[in-house]
């Protein structure tokens, strides 16, 4: 706990910056896009404090084996790796349309809303985990044991959900849908409501930022096929 605590010191800035971005994201992102040391060093801390809040999350729902400060570690690369391919990413749609985003630029902008995504699949994940927990304690517990045991594969708790599986009509099983819905809608309508900060940077057209839209999620789509391959076959950050 004392580790998790030592990061939380900057969170009354995070808090205001955060509050701003939710409050008005596309005006939030166009202002904190300029390319200075500045606003990309502010970017980069408020999606370092976002991964810690995530972990926090993440960490009251499902207890980690590993050290607080060695899984933040583990997180922030590969969700640092995550942050700079997405970055590239959007640079490449956008160049592809004709309307080119510095990539530093794109850099900052991906920073806040990779950093809201992260909550809001952590947020997610622990209330699909706390669901469980009060209501079939025993397959909570199962699954809790596996994620703490000291040589974990990922795939054994798919494995072992499939073979506890939850009725039809189950009030538990129907929870656990509504809350992967609403998650997948949150995040489908922050990355919409946000795209509209980079059509504001470049002076596009609507129709030529939706097309950069399609693009950039085609080339995502890689990427996220690589990520669920490599979660199947046992990585998983704990």
Not at 90 to 104: K, N
């Amino acid at each position: 706990m004392a580790d998790m605590l030592q990061y939380l010191k900057f969170i009354p800035n995070y808090a205001v910056d955060l509050i701003a971005l939710l409050l008005g994201p596309k005006r939030f992102l166009a202002t904190g896009s300029a390319v200075t040391p500045e606003n990309l060093t502010k970017a980069l801390l408020f999606f370092l404090i976002s991964s810690v809040i995530a972990l926090i999350v993440r960490s009251y729902a499902i207890e980690s084996p590993t050290d607080f400060t060695t899984l933040l570690m583990r997180s922030a690369l590969a969700w640092g790796a995550s942050l700079l391919v997405t970055a590239a990413l959007v640079a490449a749609s956008w160049a592809i349309v004709r309307r080119p985003v510095a990539i530093q630029a794109a850099l900052a902008v991906q920073a806040y809303i990779v950093a809201i995504v992260l909550i809001i699949l952590n947020v997610g994940t622990a209330a699909e985990i706390n669901l469980l927990a009060i209501n079939r304690p025993e397959l909570y517990d199962r699954i809790r044991a596996t994620y703490r045991a000291q040589q974990f594969d990922y795939s054994e708790v798919g494995r072992l959900t499939q073979s506890h599986p939850l009725p039809p009509g189950d009030p538990v099983a129907a929870g656990i849908e509504a809350i992967l819905l609403l998650t997948v809608a949150a995040i489908f309508v922050w990355l919409i409501v946000t795209w509209g900060a980079y059509r504001h940077l470049t002076g596009a057209s609507r129709v030529r930022s939706g097309l950069a839209f399609v693009v950039c999620f085609l080339l995502c789509m890689p990427m996220a096929l690589v990520g669920g391959l490599i979660t199947r076959h046992g990585f998983s950050l704990r």
